[in-house]
């Protein structure tokens, strides 16, 4: 937090005392109309009105005040980080000359449009160094894409045509060669317009539990303007019935009644739902509404792809198993020649291995002829000294071997199906007509997932592996992920189906997706993570969209949704029990000259009405600041059970918020006192 956000969130307290944006929080509202009140009744002081000493009403409206401008702080400060990022955003986003194309075909005729002028539909060509200027799927070519405006990273993109990595946006650089691309947005309702009306806090809508608190909080402050309503009757009733002076003058009781309402939590309250907001955004995640991040944090099952997910989404080689005969350096070495030209992250595996195990570094050399891998033959290698190595798919090498004269070993069909039971894929390798062995390609497990799944456990959270495996594989990588459900030969339909059925069993369901495919699912489940590399239709179904679109960040907003919740609810036990704390320090001083049994229940031993008072008012302002950085920050997560967390945080919520106001208000009624300013 740097000193220029600061000095914007000190100038927007001020603006925001506007009463149209004040009466926005009905409880900090009462705080605003009663620093206006006081600040009348102090007024009315030098016409010769006198309902308390000035000085003292001063201080008190001069303290509200400063309760309104200290909420407003709370607020503003919480928007500060949207705000810059805003900034940045439309620094990105400018009108550019967008060179439009009638075709594919025609691309070299472009014809010159403002990228204001452009609508759904609309071809445009964009070359290396250039702005893409408007929302699109690329529909033609391939190019590297410089996302750095949007996601923070310089590290460039690829966007191709065809398949879930399409969609560009605008206001992104094309780093490299030359693409077609089809407009899906209109002019000033792209991806970055929306991305800055939701880091602003523009399109912020209140979210139903935050809707309802709300309503809590409003109910609790009207009993509270009944209760201070009833004390001055009883006062007035008591003090002439005495004939003494009523101790509770207007000033002590709007002053009371500010210290009684949930002030805490209203001035707060916002800002939680902000800084939960901007911490998803800063971890490169925009959610389309804050109903997503509060369902995030109720989410009781996860659907997790597998690839990219739960494994790296490559199949790396794992093993070198030969046949009977065969030594295991001789299938290593001919693997190695048969993977030289294999550009493939399976093929770089398999020189690693080789590398690894037996320090075998084989490079091309002009006399190898490689065989390229073909979609029919399912097979590559190499030409060398008259020998053909071969390495492919285990039936089709089976076919390659009969067809030469070769002998298919039974054994090679047996390590393959083993491989197989266990989730892998076989290569079988062959020289000429006779089979060397089997190369192991494994699913490879990412590091850390057993024990981020354990984590999802203790929270409650079910996981549900999704992949197009079949379920002896799909099972296998199950087990030694150690998700707690999967679904294998997964097809739209089926995931749209499992999410349904959980969702009627009472669930609320999470999944991530990127493609057109999983839009329907997306569209059922409560938070559905897009991925920005994904296509339009699957951003459109998300209510969230990953910038990184890392798979993996499903957890991680889970987290965020989680301590959201966790923050309003421990503010709001901390608010309560501050209200309860506070009443019983403040009536026994302020009546106990018209009761003086009240004595007993002054367990402070505050020195006047009067210091009970401007100590609890002055309490009731310095909280709200104390509380800035843990609204901002958000309440400590940790993976436990609900019971677990609910029994901590009343603990230290409730119970902290009992005594601290006790210690707090009477420090600064000594304070005051010592001063000599009561």
Not at 263 to 285: D, K, P, W
Not at 356 to 373: A, N, R, T, V, W
Not at 659 to 675: E, Q, S
Request: with cysteine.
């Amino acid at each position: 937090m740097n000193a220029s956000m600061i000095e914007r969130a000190v100038k927007d307290s001020f603006v925001k005392l506007n009463p149209k944006i004040q009466i926005e929080n009905p409880v900090m509202f009462l705080v605003y109309l009663s620093a206006i009140a006081t600040t009348v009744l102090w007024i009315a002081t030098f016409f010769g009105w006198h309902d308390a000493s000035a000085g003292y009403t001063l201080a008190v409206a001069i303290l509200l005040w400063f309760t309104c401008l200290f909420a407003n702080f709370a607020q503003a400060i919480a928007e500060g980080r949207g705000k810059a990022q805003a900034d940045a955003l439309r620094a990105a986003k400018k009108e550019i000359t967008a060179l439009k194309v009638p075709s594919i075909e025609e691309r070299d005729h472009p014809i010159e449009v403002a990228s204001t002028d452009l609508h759904p539909g609309d071809l445009v060509i964009v070359s290396a160094g250039q702005q893409i200027p408007a929302d699109g799927d690329v529909v033609f070519g391939a190019a590297s894409v410089d996302e750095s405006a949007i996601t923070g990273e310089s590290a460039p993109v690829i966007r191709e045509a065809g398949g879930d990595r399409c969609a560009v946006t605008g206001g992104t650089t094309v780093l490299s060669d030359t693409i077609v691309i089809q407009v899906t947005s209109e002019p000033g309702h792209g991806f970055l317009e929306k991305m800055i009306a939701m880091v602003e806090g523009a399109a912020r809508k209140k979210t139903p539990n935050e809707i309802a608190l709300e309503i809590f909080l409003i109910a609790l402050t009207i009993i509270f303007v009944l209760v201070v309503i009833a004390l001055y009757c009883y006062s007035l009733f008591s003090a002439n019935a005495a004939h003494k002076a009523n101790p509770a003058s207007l000033t002590t009781l709007i002053a009371l009644l500010v210290c009684l309402a949930p002030t805490t939590i209203g001035a707060l309250l916002s800002a939680i739902g902000i800084a939960g907001m901007s911490r998803l955004n800063q971890a490169n995640v925009m959610a389309m509404s804050g109903r997503a991040i509060e369902a995030a944090g109720d989410v009781d099952v996860l659907l997790l792809d597998k690839t990219g997910t739960i494994t790296f989404g490559n199949r790396q080689a794992s093993a070198f198993l030969p046949v009977d005969g065969i030594e295991e350096m001789e299938l290593a070495q001919a693997a190695v020649l048969s993977s030289l030209a294999d550009e493939t992250p399976e093929g770089r595996s398999v020189l690693v291995l080789a590398r690894e195990k037996y320090g075998l570094d084989q490079q091309p050399s002009e006399e190898m002829e490689f065989i390229p891998f073909s979609a029919l033959t399912r097979m590559s290698g190499v030409k060398l000294n008259g020998h053909s190595i071969q390495k492919g798919a285990t039936d089709s090498v089976k076919d390659y071997i009969e067809k030469n004269g070769g002998r298919w070993p039974e054994q090679c069909s047996n390590l393959a199906d083993e491989i197989a039971k266990t989730g892998g894929t076989p290569l079988v390798v062959a020289n000429d007509s006779r089979v060397l062995g089997v190369i192991h390609l494994k699913d490879v497990i990412k590091p850390g997932v057993q024990e981020k799944f354990g984590e999802m456990r203790k929270m409650g959270i079910k996981t549900v592996m999704i992949t197009g495996d079949n379920p002896l594989t799909a099972a296998a990588i199950a087990a030694e992920a150690g998700v707690d459900d999967f679904l294998a030969q997964a097809t739209p339909e089926s995931k749209l189906e499992m999410i349904r059925t959980y969702q009627k069993q009472g669930h609320l369901v999470a999944m991530t997706g990127d493609g057109t495919n999983d839009a329907p699912a997306l569209a059922q489940a409560d938070v559905a993570v897009a991925m920005n590399t994904g296509t339009q239709a699957a951003k459109e179904a998300g209510n969230m969209v990953d910038l990184d679109s890392s798979p993996t960040k499903l957890t991680e907003v889970v987290r965020i949704g989680k301590q959201l919740l966790m923050t309003r609810g421990a503010l709001t036990t901390f608010s309560i029990a501050n209200d309860a704390a506070k009443y019983f320090a403040i009536i026994p001083a302020l009546f106990v000259s018209l009761y003086p049994g009240l004595e007993a229940l002054n367990i402070m031993h505050l020195h006047s009405a009067q210091s009970a008072i401007l100590s609890a008012v002055i309490y009731n302002a310095l909280i709200i600041v104390a509380l800035i950085p843990l609204a901002l920050k958000g309440v400590k997560y940790q993976e436990c059970s609900a019971s677990r967390l609910l029994s901590r945080n009343l603990l230290i919520y409730g119970v902290g918020g009992m005594v601290v106001p006790f210690l707090a208000i009477k420090v600064i009624d000594l304070i005051l006192v010592g001063c000599h300013l009561v």
